[in-house]
């Protein structure tokens, strides 16, 4: 069990050590957390997920965040890396191209602009709730259908 500390531990400092060089640190008081230590065991990444809302989001490295699409239904997302966003930037929309949030297809908008998103896993609640993450309070991400662009014939 000792082992198990001390490894947590070790993982936490190199957390904390990366995102510190990557010009990012958590609130005061928030516990530093990789997003792929999150992801729930056995639990690969996700093709497609059903959307009708999004009822929370908490970033957590500069392109990676926890997103709740259902009330107690959490994913890690991680957004493209080439995407310019500051890791306390909240975003306002999910676009999807229909109902299902699809990787590589979908995006998020945020005031300094979008971004596309990369993966999506389920997160484990269990390890959210260990953690103390939870929906950040007042974050109201909307959903836009955008079809695309429409084919001529």
């Known amino acids: 069990m000792a082992t198990w500390s001390r490894l947590a531990l ?4 190199a957390f904390h050590a ?7 640190e ?9 997003s792929s230590d999150l ?4 639990a690969g990444p996700q093709r497609a997920v059903r959307v009708f809302r999004v009822y929370g989001w908490h970033a957590l490295e500069p392109h ?12 890690v997302i991680r957004l493209a890396r080439r995407c310019r966003v500051a890791a306390d930037e909240t975003p306002s929309v999910l676009v999807l191209r229909d109902k299902h949030l699809v990787p590589g297809r979908d995006r998020m908008v945020f005031p300094a602009g979008e971004c ?10 269990n390890k ?25 014939q």
């Not at 990676?64 to 994913?75: N, S």
């Not at 596309?116 to 609640?125: E, G, Q, T, V, W």
């Open 128 to 152: 959210l709730r260990a953690s103390a993450i939870t929906p950040d309070g007042g974050v109201v991400v909307r959903l836009i259908h955008d079809a695309g662009p429409r084919r001529t």
């Open 18 to 24: 990366n995102a510190a060089v990557a010009g990012w």
């Open 10 to 13: 070790l993982g936490a400092l």
């Open 39 to 42: 992801a729930a065991s056995g």
């Open 26 to 34: 958590p609130a005061a008081g928030e516990p530093a957390s990789d």
């Open 116 to 125: 596309a998103i990369d993966s999506l896993s389920r997160a484990d609640r």
């Open 64 to 75: 990676a965040a926890v997103i709740w699409l259902g009330v107690d239904e959490p994913y």
